[in-house]
């Protein structure tokens, strides 16, 4: 048998194993939410070496501004949440228990990974710094693994709101979003207007809660059936005119992602502009919903979808150590290696990431045939080893945390 006919008998397999009340269309938007994660980092962060050889990170955003748009598309963590909005109302209602334990179960998959992959971080370091890894990339590493899990705990808070969004989202429909967009620009408006001289930093931290929970809020009304063709459209037009307003009137950096040594950032915490950005793409995600379920009907665009989804968790917390795994190398038997270790700060660097992609891929794959496990419950791992897990992740978590 050859290959292409393997894998159109193992998708044909999975097609066959679906149930039929499976929501493919909203798999498939958590599965294209997920990619852009990495592919995100991956394009839009980069190195340098120093003379020591160390790791440095950079962004090619500093350089070349025309990139900046590409962040739009990259940046769908507003449909990530929107998804998951979706998908945990109706996990709620269907619940075999309590919500507390329907909580704790939401919360342990979701840890397990990231003890995982913290920890082993934690017993990783040691040994490459005694095998001559600079501490310089030492230190970029643990912020590059550590970058994407904030998204966890933000995840975990807005999810145990979720009997809330439920009862919003019943009286109120896909409105009872509007308040968190009223909180989110009446800080940015303390923030950024006339009086930003007289305002604390840390009012900024108010947009971290309401930022992430409106997309949410908005799965939630959608899961509950309260947003429809019409409410999609307003949420498109509505989403994008206001992006427009606040990038053209209102001077919004235009990059979605932090830029290094940039006086203002949209994603951290979130800014009026990334809410316009998820309303925009959530109402393109209801409209697209019926197209994209007839797309995945088909086995061979569905299977994928699949194994990207029961590995999310894998994808979310391995995928920068695996830019990482080609990056160290390369830096400490090559030096610089373009578009992997040279300076982003031209056309040229992007074009020769973009060759890195599938390298980048094939890793994390290999990767996630070992880490797959930590998204596994752990019913064979003994009390002592979950301990331990613990307790090197939180050595590694705070080691990473003091170099911010």
Same mark, same amino acid.
């Given at each position: 048998?050859?290959?292409?006919?393997?894998?159109?008998?193992?998708?044909?397999?999975?097609?066959?194993?679906?149930?039929?009340?499976?929501?493919?269309?909203?798999?498939?938007?958590?599965?294209?939410?997920?990619?852009?994660?990495?592919?995100?980092?991956?394009?839009?962060?980069?190195?340098?070496?120093?003379?020591?050889?160390?790791?440095?990170?950079?962004?090619?955003?500093?350089?070349?501004?025309?990139?900046?748009?590409?962040?739009?598309?990259?940046?769908?963590?507003?449909?990530?949440?929107?998804?998951?909005?979706?998908?945990?109302?109706?996990?709620?209602?269907?619940?075999?228990?309590?919500?507390?334990?329907?909580?704790?179960?939401?919360?342990? %998959?979701?840890?397990?990974?990231?003890?995982?992959?913290?920890?082993?971080?934690?017993?990783?370091?040691?040994?490459?710094?005694?095998?001559?890894?600079?501490?310089?990339?030492? %230190?970029?590493?643990?912020?590059?693994?550590?970058?994407?899990?904030?998204?966890?705990?933000?995840?975990?808070?807005?999810?145990?709101?979720?009997?809330?969004?439920?009862?919003?989202?019943?009286?109120?429909?896909?409105?009872?979003?509007?308040?968190?967009?009223?909180?989110?620009?009446?800080?940015?408006?303390?923030?950024?207007?006339?009086?930003?001289?007289?305002?604390?930093?840390?009012?900024?931290?108010?947009?971290?809660?309401?930022?992430?929970?409106?997309?949410?809020?908005?799965?939630?009304?959608?899961?509950?059936?309260?947003?429809?063709?019409?409410?999609?459209?307003?949420?498109?037009?509505?989403?994008?005119?206001?992006?427009?307003?606040?990038?053209?009137?209102?001077?919004?950096?235009?990059?979605?992602?932090?830029?290094?040594?940039?006086?203002?950032?949209?994603?951290?915490?979130?800014?009026?502009?990334?809410?316009?950005?998820?309303?925009?793409?959530?109402?393109?995600?209801?409209?697209?919903?019926?197209?994209?379920?007839?797309?995945?009907?088909?086995?061979?665009?569905?299977?994928?979808?699949?194994?990207?989804?029961?590995?999310?968790?894998?994808?979310?917390?391995?995928?920068?150590?695996?830019?990482?795994?080609?990056?160290?190398?390369?830096?400490?038997?090559?030096?610089?290696?373009?578009?992997?270790?040279?300076?982003?700060?031209?056309?040229?660097?992007?074009?020769?990431?973009?060759?890195?992609?599938?390298?980048?891929?094939?890793?994390?794959?290999?990767?996630?045939?070992?880490?797959?496990?930590?998204?596994?419950?752990?019913?064979?791992?003994?009390?002592?080893?979950?301990?331990?897990?613990?307790?090197?992740?939180?050595?590694?978590?705070?080691?990473?945390?003091?170099?911010?």
């Amino acid at each position: 048998m050859s290959a292409a006919a393997g894998l159109r008998r193992a998708a044909e397999r999975i097609d066959r194993r679906t149930p039929a009340h499976r929501d493919r269309a909203v798999d498939g938007l958590r599965a294209l939410a997920l990619l852009a994660v990495p592919v995100g980092h991956w394009m839009l962060g980069g190195f340098t070496v120093d003379a020591d050889g160390g790791l440095h990170n950079a962004s090619p955003l500093s350089k070349v501004g025309a990139l900046a748009p590409a962040s739009w598309v990259l940046q769908m963590l507003g449909v990530f949440f929107l998804v998951g909005g979706y998908a945990s109302v109706l996990s709620y209602h269907r619940r075999p228990g309590s919500a507390g334990a329907w909580l704790r179960g939401r919360c342990a %998959r979701l840890g397990r990974p990231v003890l995982g992959v913290a920890a082993v971080w934690a017993l990783a370091a040691p040994l490459l710094y005694a095998a001559g890894v600079p501490e310089a990339t030492l %230190r970029t590493a643990a912020t590059l693994v550590v970058q994407p899990l904030w998204f966890v705990g933000v995840y975990l808070v807005v999810t145990a709101l979720t009997p809330y969004c439920v009862r919003a989202a019943r009286r109120l429909g896909g409105w009872a979003a509007a308040p968190l967009l009223t909180s989110v620009a009446v800080v940015d408006f303390l923030r950024y207007g006339p009086f930003a001289a007289s305002v604390p930093g840390w009012v900024a931290v108010l947009n971290v809660l309401p930022g992430w929970l409106f997309a949410y809020q908005l799965g939630v009304a959608w899961g509950e059936g309260r947003i429809g063709r019409r409410g999609a459209r307003l949420l498109l037009t509505g989403g994008a005119v206001l992006f427009a307003v606040l990038l053209l009137g209102f001077h919004y950096p235009a990059s979605m992602v932090g830029v290094p040594g940039a006086a203002r950032t949209n994603s951290h915490p979130p800014s009026l502009l990334v809410l316009a950005l998820a309303a925009a793409q959530s109402g393109a995600a209801v409209l697209l919903r019926e197209r994209l379920a007839r797309l995945l009907a088909r086995p061979a665009l569905w299977a994928p979808v699949v194994v990207v989804n029961l590995c999310a968790m894998t994808v979310l917390c391995w995928h920068q150590t695996a830019m990482l795994a080609a990056a160290v190398p390369g830096a400490a038997f090559a030096g610089e290696v373009a578009g992997l270790t040279t300076a982003p700060d031209s056309a040229a660097w992007i074009a020769a990431r973009a060759a890195w992609l599938p390298v980048f891929a094939l890793l994390l794959v290999g990767i996630a045939r070992y880490a797959r496990r930590f998204e596994e419950p752990w019913r064979r791992v003994s009390a002592a080893w979950r301990a331990a897990a613990g307790l090197l992740a939180a050595g590694f978590g705070a080691f990473a945390l003091g170099l911010a």
